[in-house]
């Protein structure tokens, strides 16, 4: 209204002059009040589903939306039991499954590819050994909550489970001890002259630099997204750019110029 853009409803009176906003306003606060009470109907009846053990969200990787609850889906189900067998038995890490899952040519329910993050979900989500997990966000997960926290609900769901329960629990203590050892700093944080400047020949994306290795990496590779590893020292790199830069220099192709910084 303060620019000129008058409000108009189809399905509620609206009067002309003072009386008019006067109702329109009393409209509005009805409708905020209604808005915010079925948001509250909604998150309790969610809730109490929640609590009955009934899978409210889109069906993970292994399971498909049946009548009354999750079912299995065969083919995606032994992808999944072979995830949780390669990280518990086999030590492989999220990154390097991710990887195996995309050269196999296994899609995401969403179409997408596998990333090291995703393993994880997979391997932390108690829907395969036959739970419900609810209200459980994403900046909460960060912190490395465990599905035992009180701020979540975790039951008995009504669906069948891929993975036995006290494996799945093997499982979480692999991933507890893990998330406790000393941390590294993470690749590509060192700065270095090239950085933002490599890009990986298969994929496109950026070559990082890796100081514990002395070299680039490509950083969709370390996720599991890129097929192939496309590592090069730094001084095998470095030295090629500076004599290419020479070369062009000499052969008078292009012009430059001095600055002291």
């Known amino acids: 209204q303060k620019v000129g853009v008058e409000v108009i409803s189809v399905s509620e009176p609206a009067i002309e002059g003072p009386f008019g906003s006067l109702v329109e306003r009393i409209i509005e606060w009805m409708d905020e009040y209604y808005s915010i ?3 509250g109907e909604v998150k309790r009846g969610m809730t109490e589903n929640a609590h009955r053990g009934k899978y409210q969200t889109t069906a993970p990787f292994g399971y498909r939306t049946g009548k009354e609850h999750l079912e299995i889906v065969p083919e995606e189900a032994e992808y999944v039991r072979m995830i949780f067998h390669k990280f518990y038995y086999d030590h492989m890490g999220y990154s390097p499954i991710a990887s195996w899952l995309n050269k196999l040519g296994i899609k995401s329910h969403r179409g997408g590819v596998w990333e090291n993050r995703t393993v994880k979900y997979v391997l ?3 829907v395969y050994k036959g739970y419900v997990r609810w209200n459980v966000g994403k900046e ?4 490395g909550a465990s599905v035992n926290s009180p701020e979540m609900i ?3 769901g009504n669906h069948p489970a891929i993975i036995e329960e006290e494996f799945f629990d093997k499982v979480q203590e692999e991933i507890a ?3 406790k050892l000393p941390k590294s700093r993470p690749a590509g944080s060192y700065g270095h002259w090239l950085g933002n400047l490599l890009k990986c020949s298969c994929c496109g994306s ?3 630099f890796q100081r514990s290795n002395n070299g680039f990496q490509c950083i969709s590779y370390g996720k599991g997204k890129c097929p192939e590893s496309h590592f090069v020292r ?3 790199i470095e030295q090629a750019i500076i004599d ?6 000499s052969s008078g192709s292009i012009t430059y110029s001095e600055e002291k910084v």
Do not use: D, F, G, H
């Open 206 to 208: 950026s070559l990082t």
């Open 124 to 126: 932390q989500n108690p």
């Open 140 to 143: 909460y997960l960060r912190k």
């Open 154 to 156: 975790c039951v008995k």
């Open 37 to 39: 009470r079925l948001s």
């Open 234 to 236: 730094a001084n095998l």
């Open 244 to 249: 290419t830069l020479e070369l062009r220099i």
């Open 177 to 179: 001890r893990q998330y």
